[in-house]
């Protein structure tokens, strides 16, 4: 199979490796091998047959377990992967990517404080998405000072980047700071015209300075951002039309948009 691998015959030096996996079902490090060469071309359910039969088998290596994870995240199955990178970070605990693919899955799941302690422990490749998943962990903890601080260091490391602005501009809406907030949303669609959060932020400030000030002008800059708000989470856009429309007195539209979004 190996052989076959090295002249450029995928196929047949599959089939090589699947027989040695089927001669030898004991041994990990074959099913482990296999599965490495089908997770590089990419046919991750296959990846993931052969790397849970080495793992059945015996240990596997750390490396195996976060292409594990990896198949599994690409096949959509995220609850599945969380334990296969909690695997790979307890086997070699600087596998940064895998410590960033856990805190994002962690964060995505609502397991705030969890993503802010994994990447915490981070030693290396601090960059923009370790900023971005660190300050999202503290804002959703309402850890607002240091969320600020994440931000403001994110700008550094990258100023001509969205996200930074628009964190900041969240962390601000947070703290009921509704004119700063939209500066810096502004910034960040300055940057980036669909960065997706800064858009749904950005509604957001417009709505509560209408609602402080009582002006509909200020409304409608809500609504026409939320109407033409792109790849934005469609039941977060819906909710916050209906709370404009609400605003606005238009009772029946209100409801209509919130039972949208629901």
Do not use: C
Not at 4 to 30: F, H, K, S
Not at 174 to 191: G, S
Not at 218 to 231: C, H, Q, T
Not at 240 to 255: C, M, T
């Amino acid at each position: 199979g190996r052989a076959q691998l090295a002249a450029d015959n995928l196929e047949a030096g599959i089939a090589d490796l699947t027989r040695a996996v089927e001669l030898n079902p004991e041994a990990p490090a074959l099913a482990e091998e296999l599965a490495d060469v089908l997770f590089t071309h990419g046919r991750f359910q296959e990846a993931v047959d052969y790397y849970q039969k080495a793992l059945a088998a015996g240990d596997i290596t750390a490396q195996a377990h976060y292409r594990l994870a990896s198949s599994l995240i690409q096949l959509d199955r995220t609850d599945e992967a969380l334990p296969q990178l909690k695997s790979t970070l307890e086997l070699d605990a600087s596998h940064e990517e895998a410590r960033l693919s856990y805190a994002k899955l962690l964060n995505a799941k609502g397991r705030y404080a969890e993503a802010e302690q994994t990447l915490r422990l981070a030693k290396s490749q601090i960059d923009s998405d370790y900023f971005n998943e660190l300050g999202t962990a503290l804002l959703e903890q309402e850890k607002l000072d240091e969320a600020e601080e994440v931000a403001r260091n994110y700008m550094t490391y990258s100023p001509n980047t969205a996200r930074p602005h628009a964190l900041l501009g969240e962390i601000y809406l947070r703290r009921k700071q509704f004119d700063p907030a939209r500066r810096e949303l502004i910034r960040a669609l300055r940057i980036d015209p669909e960065e997706p959060q800064a858009q749904i932020a950005l509604g957001k400030a417009w709505l509560a300075i209408g609602q402080t000030r009582g002006d509909r002008g200020d409304l409608a800059k809500a609504r026409r951002i939320l109407v033409n708000a792109k790849g934005v989470p469609e039941g977060e856009r819906l909710l916050i039309l209906g709370q404009v429309s609400l605003a606005e007195g238009s009772i029946g539209d209100a409801v209509q948009l919130l039972e949208q979004a629901l």
